[in-house]
């Protein structure tokens, strides 16, 4: 891990726009990995983001555009010393989070989907839902640095 | 024919199922995954199987599901599933999502085997 007098302090952008998963998802994961390294973001942080990432790209394809390749899933990201900021757009009619049931409910525990929201919500900072749903955006916030 | 994702190997009275991948995230390979071990215990009236997540550095929530589902059809055979050597990091996902209280989960591949019933 970089020292902190290492960490550079402007602002690292990291931007796609993409029709298909695989393997995009895979090189926007290798970027954005060097990238934390780079700032100074520890394991933990990178875990938490690598995860994030995944299950949003990922839901909007499957759930957002319905896996329809025509559309494109559109991932804009700005990484700095003390916070990352996540925004990942389809282009479906987006979704109203609230209606997904609550998987850690003891009826809901062997149902095998469902849990992506959930492990964004408990890895991030804050994450939101912008209208008509179909916009997620997440940060994390380096630990000690508000 | 797809390469293997999988080891798996016939140990004296339960399959034992290491992954190649360090990532356990990509549907299609999840899908694989799980075609792989219904294949691999497909002849067993009660199969036993021990999946060692050694080397496993990330998962998703997509893999927790195929977990679920192999679960649900091992145990409708009256098998059983132990889950072994899980990272810290992902076994938080599984207390995240409270199925920590659903799995099997041993710290090693020698308690988790021990934890089969005994016939």
């Known amino acids: 891990m970089n020292a902190p007098h290492e960490i550079p302090h402007e602002i690292a952008r990291i931007e796609r726009a993409f029709h298909c998963l695989r393997p995009g998802l895979e090189e926007l994961q290798d970027e ?12 933990a942080a990178t875990f938490a983001i690598r995860l994030a990432i995944e299950e949003a790209v990922v839901n909007a394809f499957r759930h957002g555009n319905k896996s329809d390749e025509t559309k494109r899933v559109h991932f804009r990201s700005c990484i700095s010393a003390d916070r990352i900021d996540i925004d990942v757009t389809d282009e479906g009619a987006g979704f109203n989070p609230n209606a997904v049931p609550d998987p850690t409910r003891e009826e809901n525990l062997e ?13 991030m900072t804050e994450v939101e839902y912008l209208a008509p749903g179909n916009h997620l955006r997440m940060s994390y916030v380096r630990p000690n640095s508000h | 024919m797809p390469l293997s994702l999988l080891n798996i190997r016939r140990h004296d009275g339960y399959t ?18 799980e075609q792989e071990i219904r294949t691999a215990i497909e002849t067993e009236a009660s199969p ?28 409708k055979k009256s098998g059983e599933l132990r889950l072994s050597n899980i990272d810290r990091r992902i076994y938080e996902m599984f207390v995240i999502t409270k199925l920590n209280r659903l799995f099997s989960i041993h710290d090693s591949v020698e308690q988790a085997a021990s934890s089969f019933t005994k016939k």
């Open chain 1, 32 to 43: 954005f990995a060097s990238a934390l390294l780079r700032f100074g973001f520890d394991e």
């Open chain 1, 111 to 123: 149902i095998p989907s469902g849990r992506g929201v959930m492990l964004m919500k408990a890895y």
């Open chain 2, 16 to 33: 034992r199922v290491e992954f190649v991948e360090k990532n356990i995230l990509d549907e299609g390979n999840l899908h694989q995954i």
């Open chain 2, 48 to 75: 036993r199987v021990l999946i060692c997540f050694k080397n496993v550095e990330h998962m998703s929530s997509a893999a927790l599901g195929t977990l679920l589902a192999l679960k649900d059809s091992i145990e």
